[in-house]
């Protein structure tokens, strides 16, 4: 059997403010915007550079339920991980696009990390993995 996660659905405000941070200034491609009529929705799906297989997929929320998880999808805990090959210059490279870092880089075992906060709230951790953590997690 081989699965994968394919698309992390990620709840939005709006679609164009979404796609001018995910794409705008962390550097996302745009994979796909569909418009989704029937729905008065569209199907939006960035990726970050790179061949991850994992995209996002920026669904609009529709109702005051769906409203008030914006930014708090995981009760505040990190939601999402930013794997990358070059972690000084991407951290340098949002710092000067205005992400905003909550936890500064710190050295860990598994690789250098710190933790962003996106448009929302949600929080992100920008990670460059040791080799060892990736061969544990059979990515190396």
């Known amino acids: 059997m081989n699965q994968s996660l394919g698309l992390v659905s990620l709840v939005v405000r709006d679609y ?3 796609l001018a941070f995910f794409v705008g200034t962390l550097g996302f491609r745009l994979v796909e915007d569909t418009p989704v009529p029937e729905q008065s929705k569209r199907w939006v799906v960035v990726s970050p550079p790179g061949t991850g297989a994992c995209q996002l997929l920026l669904a609009r929320a529709s109702g005051p339920e769906q409203e008030s998880r914006i930014g708090g999808q995981t009760g505040g805990r990190v939601f999402l991980f930013l794997y990358t090959d070059d972690f000084w210059r991407d951290y340098e490279a949002y710092r000067s696009r205005g992400v905003v870092f909550v936890r500064e880089p710190k050295q860990e075992p598994y690789g250098t990390v710190a933790v962003f906060r996106d448009l929302y709230g949600n929080l992100w951790d ?6 060892s953590h990736l061969a544990r997690r059979g990515a190396a």
């Open 16 to 18: 164009d403010e979404a």
């Open 126 to 131: 920008l990670l460059q993995p040791t080799a």
